[in-house]
């Protein structure tokens, strides 16, 4: 007997006004046809609201909302939902149409499993793509990084358990730790080997932004989750001296490109002028 739960697939949206109407689309075209569909409006501008306000007879429901941060936002969507597995979807994002048809079937196939990915083709604004491949995997995996894409399917019993997703984080990496708490107690994530998700990189979004506060954000995770993270400290040790040793092999490779050194040897002179001058 082939088991058809409902799916509540959520969409937090901020200023999205050129993605989301495609967003809403994705969830709405789903092969599997047992979902919900639930727009949060976290806040969005006039634009913006003109578009939700173009869908909103298509969704299941549209809530309004400050400016509270995509934590609040999915939080608030789950917290209404009625699905007993959640999807999240970003509303400058797409899923293709046979993700929720490929992932519900894995929760009942194997016990162990506790959030579905897939990889991804990552869209750059000046037109270049590529695919890029998580590696799932158990809390191990994840206390060194990410390793499932932050629209990523789940249960809404283990985001009741694990107390939803961190309303602090509001500057990225807030799916990251949620999938540290669903995790910490055993389970895995499970990629599907397929890019059945359609994600922009843009120059402004909430990634890029984490991206600069990246130090800020993994103290703030490696602090909250401590003792996970000296239970693990052999393991998550070896994995920092490896990126290290990564990152002074990477610089001593860009020393060496001809380029560089063209550059060192236009800049001497200036360099010793100013040395002078000191």
């Known amino acids: 007997m082939i088991q ?3 799916v509540s697939i959520i969409i937090p949206c901020y200023n999205d006004w050129q993605y989301v109407e495609q967003a809403v689309n994705s969830a709405l075209n789903q092969t599997y046809s047992n979902i919900e569909v639930i727009v949060v409006d976290d806040g969005s501008n006039t634009k913006t609201k003109e578009v939700l306000k173009k869908v909103a007879s298509r ?4 809530i309004t909302q400050e400016n509270l941060g995509q934590s609040t936002a999915r939080n608030q969507g789950i917290r209404v939902s009625k699905g007993e597995y959640i999807l999240v979807l970003d ?7 046979s993700f929720c048809e490929k992932a519900i079937p894995l929760f009942f196939a194997n ?5 579905v990915s897939c990889m991804a083709n990552r869209l750059y604004d000046n037109g270049n793509r590529n695919v890029f491949s998580p590696s799932g995997g158990t809390i191990v995996n994840f206390l060194q990084e990410n390793e499932a894409l932050g629209t990523s399917m789940f249960t809404k019993k283990d985001w009741l358990l694990c107390g939803g997703y961190d309303e602090e984080m509001r500057n990225g990496f807030e799916d990251w730790e949620f999938f540290i708490r669903i995790l910490k107690d055993g389970g895995r994530a499970y990629i599907i080997q397929e890019p059945l998700y359609n994600y922009r990189r843009r120059t ?4 890029t932004i984490a991206n600069f506060k990246k130090y800020e954000l993994l103290k703030y995770i490696y602090n909250k ?4 993270y000296k239970r693990n400290f052999e393991t998550f ?3 920092l001296l490896f990126k290290i040793e990564r990152e002074e092999k990477e610089k001593i490779k860009n020393t060496q490109r ?5 550059g060192t040897a236009v800049l001497k002179p200036f360099r010793f002028i100013k040395s002078i001058f000191k």
């Open 111 to 115: 016990d162990d499993i506790k959030i």
């Open 204 to 207: 402004n979004s909430t990634s």
């Open 237 to 239: 040790v070896t994995y």
């Open 91 to 97: 509303s400058d994002d797409f899923f293709e149409t």
């Open 225 to 228: 989750h401590q003792e996970l």
């Open 59 to 62: 969704v299941t429901k549209l």
């Open 258 to 262: 001809l380029e560089f050194r063209i």
């Open 4 to 6: 058809t739960p409902l």
